[in-house]
Nanobody, 125 residues
């Protein structure tokens, strides 16, 4: 059984940085793309970032490109999302996800195998 547990959310000021972590437990961590999605209040869940199995390829949503960085540690079964220059519109619940697609096609949430329960990020202006 796969389990994804996010941590690191909180309330920050605009312009601050935050690092989210996702701890994976179960089998075949290195067999899948890992991704982050987010869901703002009253809105659909949207793609944030994805990283390939070995960590060499990444993909980002347009709104976070250049500000967020996704990484993974396959020895520790961890995925990290480093978020810089946060904006109020980044306020959302952030979800970790295991995705069978490569990062370039990881934005389709319908194919996600497993989701974490999410961690809330609030950015005040």
């Amino acid at each position: 059984q796969v389990s994804l547990v996010e941590s690191g959310g909180g309330t920050v000021q605009a312009g601050d940085s935050l690092r989210l972590s996702c701890a994976f437990s179960g089998r075949f961590f290195t067999s899948y793309t890992m991704a982050w999605f987010r869901q703002a209040p009253g809105k659909e869940r949207t793609f944030v970032a994805a990283i390939s199995r070995g960590g060499s390829n990444t993909n980002y949503g347009d709104s976070v490109q250049g500000r967020f960085t996704i990484s993974r540690n396959n020895a520790e079964n961890m995925v990290t999302l480093r978020m810089n220059n946060l904006k109020p519109e980044d306020t959302a619940v952030y979800y970790c996800a295991q995705n069978p697609n490569p990062p370039s096609a990881a934005g389709d949430r319908r194919v996600v195998n497993y989701w974490g329960k999410g961690t809330l990020v609030t950015v005040s202006s």
